[in-house]
């Protein structure tokens, strides 16, 4: 690292121009030693993880308004360019399946926050273990995609269903099955499940039913 003499006052109390010069031999100092100053804050970051992350709970909790006009206020001064870069960076980490816990949860935290359902905030873990045992839809069996963005998921796409769907987004409720499989359960309320299975088993000729009943 070069030599340097850290900001002995605090930039409120320089002249602007002081201050600009100041900060303009800080920032090139900090661009000499990217590397380094980078490997410094994820240092410091990886030891007071627990902390921070704590803290911005707090502070986004306290300023849930201002941070959410903040954000909608920075998506819509978006440039085409920075758009699709981001685009483009969500698909990324869409797509990498080790992700996929967390996304779907992320989801699924305003489903159930708007229907009012019970949420276990360990989901994206739940989730995550579930997928490392079986990559197959817990009901028809077939092998599950991951990591297609909302609103583009074909029949294949994985989802989670709620066996019991009143008792919400909670450990040994949730199921990964296929969107197929899914919306013909949500379609159906138990009842009609208990008939259409009662009828199919009763007409199967395969089964040889037909000629029983
Ligand atoms: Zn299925």
Redesign the pocket.
């Known amino acids: 690292m070069q030599d340097y003499t850290p900001l002995k006052k605090g930039p409120e109390l320089m002249a602007p121009e002081e201050r600009s010069q100041k900060h303009a031999v800080h920032y090139a100092w900090v661009d000499a030693n990217r590397e380094q100053v980078n490997a410094k804050a994820r240092e410091w970051y990886q030891r007071n993880k627990e902390r921070r992350k704590a803290a911005a709970k707090i502070f986004r909790d306290k300023n849930a308004e201002r941070v959410l006009a903040e954000a909608t206020e920075r998506r819509h001064s978006l440039t085409s360019t920075q758009r699709e870069r981001y685009a483009m960076k969500m698909r990324n980490w869409r797509s990498d399946i080790s992700n996929w816990g967390r996304f779907r949860a992320n989801v699924l935290k305003q489903t159930a926050k708007t229907r009012g359902l019970p949420f276990d905030p360990e989901l994206k873990t739940i989730l995550q273990e579930m997928i490392q045992q079986s990559r197959l839809?817990r009901?028809?069996g077939?092998t599950l995609q991951f990591g297609i963005a909302r609103g583009h998921q074909n029949k294949d796409s994985a989802s989670v269903d709620k066996v019991v769907p009143s008792l919400g987004y909670v450990r040994n409720n949730v199921q990964i099955?296929?969107t197929?499989?899914n919306r013909r359960k949500s379609d159906s309320t138990l009842a009609q499940q208990r008939q259409l299975l009662a009828y199919t088993e009763k007409y199967n000729p395969e089964q040889g039913a037909y000629a029983r009943g």
């Open positions: 839809c009901c028809c077939k099955v296929c197929e499989c």
